[in-house]
């Protein structure tokens, strides 16, 4: 934490990186040292996006520990042993599961075997292929990076600094449900 005096910030020399939180914005501002100087660059990120159908809260690049423990009761091997896992990126996650209203707006279409449910809840019917799909196609509608190479079946992520929509890795997941 950093004292601000009046407009100025007084940072140890030290210092490569300080967060500033304020109402719903986290302002990042990065020092980085050449030889003789340091340069400034400032990024905000908001800790809640509110988009067409859908809000999306920030979560923070940190550390947890990944995995079942022993004290919890229906685990498989595949979640064993519990390790720690550090996440070196801040992402965006929906706050809940793609709506069959804001897949239908976005693919034109609704796959879901219960659309009777209603356009609030999760669409369903939908393959991984459709998911990259849409979240190509939801960057590309708000102006991101489209954070998938799509050519037939074949599907990479070769971009791992894309600012578009993507599904999150296994460890983000872990860590957004935690």
């Known amino acids: 934490k950093i004292g601000v005096t009046g407009e100025a910030l007084k940072l140890p020399l030290c210092t490569d990186l300080v967060e500033i939180e304020h109402d719903t914005v986290r302002q990042s501002i990065s ?3 050449t030889e003789d100087s340091y340069s400034v660059e400032f990024v905000k990120l908001k ?3 509110k988009g067409n159908g859908y809000e999306a809260v920030l979560i923070r690049a940190s ?7 022993k004290v ?14 550090t996440l070196t990126r801040s992402f965006y996650m929906m706050k809940s599961e793609v709506t069959q209203g804001l897949y239908e707006r976005v693919m034109g279409k609704n796959p879901s075997n219960f659309s009777s449910c209603g356009s609030d809840c999760p669409v369903e019917k939908v393959s991984w292929n459709d998911a990259v799909t849409m979240a190509n196609k ?6 991101l990076e489209q954070c998938y190479r ?19 890795t296994e460890a983000e997941w872990e ?4």
Do not use: T
């Open 175 to 178: 860590k957004a449900a935690r």
């Open 150 to 168: 799509i050519s037939g079946s074949s599907v990479s992520w070769s971009n791992k600094d894309c600012n578009g929509w993507r599904l999150p």
């Open 72 to 85: 919890d009761s229906d685990c498989s091997d595949s979640e064993k042993p519990r390790h720690k896992v």
């Open 31 to 33: 020092l980085k040292r």
């Open 138 to 143: 939801l960057s590309k509608e708000e102006g």
């Open 47 to 49: 800790l809640l996006i």
């Open 63 to 69: 550390s947890f520990m990944m995995g079942c423990s």
